[in-house]
């Protein structure tokens, strides 16, 4: 866990509008990953406009059709390697 942002540099002024509930509010998932990795995931990268959710799928079977769909249109790229490459040959004895 990561210590909330001093307050330094902000007005005080701010938290007097909010009540409460509103100061305590928890951080949106945008909020967290543009904190985190300085990424806001609410604006496009290409045109600097606004990102909405216009649609979110979550069957696991429509989601697999659609990236298989994909893969063989050749629209993404391989998906990564889950184990990284060896850096000695198999046949070393470096243990024996």
Not at 4 to 31: F, I, L, N, V, Y
Not at 63 to 86: S, V, W, Y
């Amino acid at each position: 866990m990561t210590p909330a942002k001093s307050s330094k540099g902000r007005p005080h002024e701010e938290h007097e509008d909010k009540t409460p509930e509103q100061r305590h509010q928890s951080m949106t998932w945008a909020q967290r990953l543009k904190r985190v990795f300085n990424f806001d995931v609410s604006v496009c990268p290409k045109s600097g406009g606004e990102v909405r959710v216009i649609a979110s799928i979550e069957d696991q079977q429509i989601i697999d059709k659609i990236l298989t769909h994909l893969m063989k249109k050749g629209a993404l790229p391989p998906p990564p390697e889950l184990l990284p490459a060896t850096r000695a040959s198999s046949d070393s004895d470096w243990f024996a």
